[in-house]
């Protein structure tokens, strides 16, 4: 079982920036391949990034914007927001897996980004 906590979302003006934060806990933090989705308001939730060991891809319209990384020893997956849109205003999810699974088997509880035009 892993565990996921999002944090760092808030309220910024387009153009600006955010941190988000997704602290893991539960298993080998290494052996886990992670990501982020979002979902806007009456929208599906949708994929924004993810790294699986040094491989990281990321949605088209984030490419540039978006940086993920990740710290093994803080057991720890960033997603640095850059130049920030209005259409990136969403909740925020971390995701994870064992690195040869599938699909994502652990969710966060989401963070608010809120980006005023």
């Known amino acids: 079982q892993v565990q996921l906590a999002e944090s760092g979302g808030g309220l910024v003006q387009a153009g600006g920036s955010l941190r988000l934060t997704c602290a893991a806990s539960g298993r080998t933090f290494s052996y886990y391949k992670f990501a982020w989705f979002r979902q806007a308001p009456g929208k599906e939730r949708e994929f924004v990034a993810n790294r699986n060991g040094a491989t990281i891809d990321y949605v088209d319209s984030v490419k540039g914007r978006f940086t993920m990384s990740r710290d093994n020893t803080k057991n720890t997956v960033y997603l640095q927001m850059n130049s920030l849109k209005p259409e990136d205003t969403a909740v925020y999810y971390c995701?994870?897996?064992?690195?040869?699974?599938?699909?994502?088997?652990?969710w966060g509880q989401g963070t608010l980004v809120t980006v005023s035009s």
């Open positions: 995701a994870a897996a064992y690195f040869t699974r599938p699909s994502y088997d652990y």
